[in-house]
């Protein structure tokens, strides 16, 4: 082998390995797997969650009917996918009590007020737009979650301002690591975290949440995905403790309290 058969090898054998390593990476997103093992929090499919979601021989069933704003096509900030959305509107149908750790649209919280009993309640809490010097950002949190976090705390109105079950929700301003839920405590239904997506507050917001659900109740989580580092590394923490179970075909993870 020659010099120059050596120079062109060596550029060769680097690009050949990048694009594998980027092929295997895509994969295993697609796959819903590490690079080289499974994602370290087990899947299950929804229907394992409640059996409301158990399908017949013509799909969904009318035991998980609710009132549902579809997202379509349209591109919705920090949003949830139609799944997503409509796995929450149905855990609601039963419940009286519902926290929400990050409000943006209200989407999640007009589905809750609207598939909920009459004498339910929703209390959702956000980083409000004039609020925003209150973001307490800690070392090694993702730059990326804090810009997010900043860019949907824009909203004054929400999809529930001006119907008619806009008095179930309760909305709480705040910075969500300065916020006190010893009131709420042990008293929740369904918790669903999803404020900063940075690791310190998805550390924080979880043990509120674990706080705030009570006994038999459920926390959820979004955007448990490698593309949400702070989500990803905090729940995969949280899973070594605490039994905690990803819902299939979805970036939700849940725990039954
Ligand atoms: C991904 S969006 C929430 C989407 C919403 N849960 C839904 O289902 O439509 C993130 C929300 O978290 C809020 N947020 C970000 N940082 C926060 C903080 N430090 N304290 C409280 N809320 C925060 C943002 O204002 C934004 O409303």
Same mark, same amino acid.
């Given at each position: 082998m020659t010099l120059l058969d050596i120079a062109l090898a060596v550029p060769l054998g680097l690009a050949l390995a990048i694009v594998t390593r980027e092929w295997l990476v895509l994969r295993g997103r697609q796959r819903q +797997?590490?690079? %080289?093992? +499974?994602?370290p929090i087990p899947s299950i499919s929804v229907e394992g969650l409640d059996s409301r979601f158990a399908p017949d021989e013509l799909g *969904? #069933? +009318?035991? *998980?009917e609710v009132s549902f704003v579809g997202r379509g096509t349209i591109r919705v900030p920090g949003g949830t996918s139609d799944a997503e959305a409509w796995i929450l509107a149905v855990l609601a149908k039963d419940t009286r009590r519902l926290f929400e750790f990050g409000t943006c649209t209200g989407k999640t919280a007009y589905l809750w007020a609207r598939n909920q009993p009459p004498d339910g309640r929703v209390i959702t809490l956000t980083l409000g @737009?004039?609020?925003? *010097? *209150?973001y307490h950002a800690a070392d090694g949190d993702d730059t990326s979650a804090e810009l997010y976090a900043r860019q949907e705390s824009? %909203?004054? +109105? %929400?999809?529930? &301002? /001006? #119907? =008619?079950? =806009?008095?179930?929700v309760t909305q709480l301003y705040g910075d969500s690591k300065s916020f006190d839920e010893t009131p709420y405590a /042990?008293?929740?239904?369904v918790v669903f975290v999803d404020g900063s997506h940075a690791y310190s507050y998805v550390v924080s917001d979880s043990t509120k949440a674990l706080r705030l659900v009570r006994p038999g109740g459920l926390v959820l989580w979004h955007d448990? &995905? @490698? =593309?949400?580092p702070g989500v990803f590394r905090a729940l995969n923490e949280l899973a070594r403790r605490l039994s905690l179970q990803h819902i299939r075909g979805t970036t939700l993870v849940v725990h039954r309290a």
């Open positions: +797997r590490g690079l %080289f093992r +499974r994602w *969904a #069933t +009318r035991a *998980a @737009p004039d609020q925003l *010097a *209150a824009r %909203f004054d +109105r %929400f999809l529930y &301002s /001006g #119907t =008619e079950v =806009e008095s179930r /042990g008293s929740c239904d448990y &995905s @490698p =593309e949400c």
